[in-house]
């Protein structure tokens, strides 16, 4: 006898690979929002490109990877996060490492990050980073993405 499912999950209506259209810049000594807003996948149309909000639409385990590429990195940046706010408030530091001392040539760094998370269906979910040092040189270039998996 063939088993039967009730109400199956439809996995396919979760995933979303967001990135940006152009070098975002400004980032500094503050939290800021990563505006990626160009999608190569969008199920559904869950990931907003003009608020950079993912809404999840089945509560489950989600497999965040964020691969952001760095540039105008310098001695003075001590510290960085790679961040995920859930409904406004920061929720998962993801990473946190001294960028400089990871750079390759002193200034730039390509660092790919993945996480578990347990998210409910509703919740929406921004992207971050954090930077401490002084001044705003550093920016975000176009390899940029996020991507977001329904595990289960």
């Given at each position: 006898?063939?088993?039967?499912?009730?109400?199956?999950?439809?996995?396919?209506?979760?995933?979303?690979?967001?990135?940006?259209?152009?070098?975002?810049?400004?980032?500094?000594?503050?939290?800021?929002?990563?505006?990626?807003?160009?999608t190569?996948?969008n199920?559904?149309?869950?990931?907003?490109?003009?608020?950079?909000?993912?809404?999840?639409?089945i509560?489950?385990?989600?497999?965040?990877?964020?691969?952001?590429?760095?540039?105008g990195?310098?001695?003075?940046?001590?510290?960085?996060?790679?961040?995920?706010?859930?409904?406004?408030?920061?929720?998962?530091?993801?990473?946190?490492?001294?960028?400089?001392?990871?750079?390759?040539?002193?200034?730039?760094?390509?660092?790919?990050?993945?996480?578990?998370?347990?998210?409910?269906?509703?919740?929406?979910?921004?992207?971050?980073?954090y930077?401490?040092?002084?001044?705003?040189?550093?920016?975000?270039?176009?390899?940029?993405?996020?991507?977001?998996?329904?595990?289960?």
């Amino acid at each position: 006898m063939a088993a039967k499912f009730n109400n199956p999950i439809n996995y396919s209506l979760c995933n979303f690979v967001a990135y940006p259209s152009g070098t975002l810049t400004g980032f500094g000594t503050n939290y800021k929002q990563l505006a990626f807003n160009l999608t190569m996948l969008n199920d559904e149309s869950n990931y907003s490109t003009s608020t950079y909000t993912y809404t999840v639409p089945i509560t489950g385990t989600y497999l965040i990877n964020m691969e952001i590429a760095l540039t105008g990195i310098t001695s003075s940046y001590t510290e960085c996060q790679y961040l995920i706010y859930v409904g406004g408030v920061s929720t998962y530091i993801v990473a946190q490492f001294n960028p400089y001392a990871c750079a390759s040539s002193g200034t730039t760094l390509t660092l790919p990050i993945s996480t578990v998370v347990s998210l409910t269906a509703a919740q929406a979910l921004t992207f971050y980073l954090y930077f401490n040092g002084s001044g705003t040189v550093i920016s975000v270039g176009t390899s940029s993405s996020i991507t977001g998996i329904l595990l289960k």
